[in-house]
């Protein structure tokens, strides 16, 4: 690693993310993200050029618009941050390569939709459908780790022919990833009534799938359903634990019914709760891309 080249590369991870906390504050509002300037979202003053700057100014504004005090969200800083970090987690795991940029490309695209679902339960289509696009177009450039590269390696030897599997391989990912999520979604509406999944995760995981490929889609969707059940269920038992010290207080409940009643209601309380799935699965991406395959040679090992 080049020292100037990394300082250079985590300046420009601090500026796309200044950006894509524009993006994640103005696309699920229909907003332009280009016009007109960013302004103090409760006194609709203009922000300065001075106090537009990656962190810094968020630290020396502490956290306050300049003109009405109005809170700014720690968001900010953290998508900056964690921008930067992804910037320079790449170019550490690809070097000075194509790979740096379509793993940097993700990792914006992923980064966006991750906070946009946990601010407004929404994953919009401005950012999934070129992220699609250009995530089947980025397999042409630089191969998809694949399936069939591990199991007919003379085939990929072959330059062209590895050129056409890998983009084979994003389309199959893409589409594998899509349906997998549709078929959940429809089987969970049928026996909930309710939305679990939407359009949204279908369409991001068809993102992650052209980006990475079958294997690691798979792997992708396995970890963000065990992730994802780990945090419902943490989420009840803690509503649970609180509701029932709760009752017992205030109601004088025994135990054991205080215990029962408020373990009915935490999980009545969950079924109504809409769970961010694409917080999950955009996270687990980013665990994929960066560990996926180590931890799947580990497994087989172990197998
Ligand atoms: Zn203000």
Known sequence: MDPAVALLIFGLGLAFGSFLNVCIYRLPRQMSVVRPRSACPSCQQAIAAYDNIPVLSWLILRGRCRHCQARISPRYLVVELLMAAMFLACYAQFGYTLALVKYCTLGFLLLGLIFTDADTQLLPDKMTLPGIVLGLAFSALVPVDDLI??????????????????????????????????????????????????????????????????????????????????????????????????????NHEAASVARRRAWNSATVMLRGFPIPFGVFLGSMAIVAFFFGNQFLRWYWRML
């Open 149 to 250: 590269s591990h199991f007919l390696p003379m085939l990929v030897s072959l330059d062209h022919a590895s050129r056409w599997l890998s983009v084979a391989d994003s389309f199959m990912g893409a589409a594998v990833g899509a349906s997998f999520i549709y078929g959940v979604g429809a089987i969970y509406l049928r026996a909930r009534g309710v939305e679990g999944m939407g359009f949204g995760d279908v369409k991001l995981m068809a993102l992650i799938g052209a980006f990475l490929g079958t294997k690691l889609t798979i792997f992708t969707i396995f970890a963000g359903s065990i992730v994802g059940s780990l945090a419902g269920l943490a989420m009840v038992l803690s509503v649970w634990l609180k509701r029932t010290r709760r009752r017992m207080a205030r």
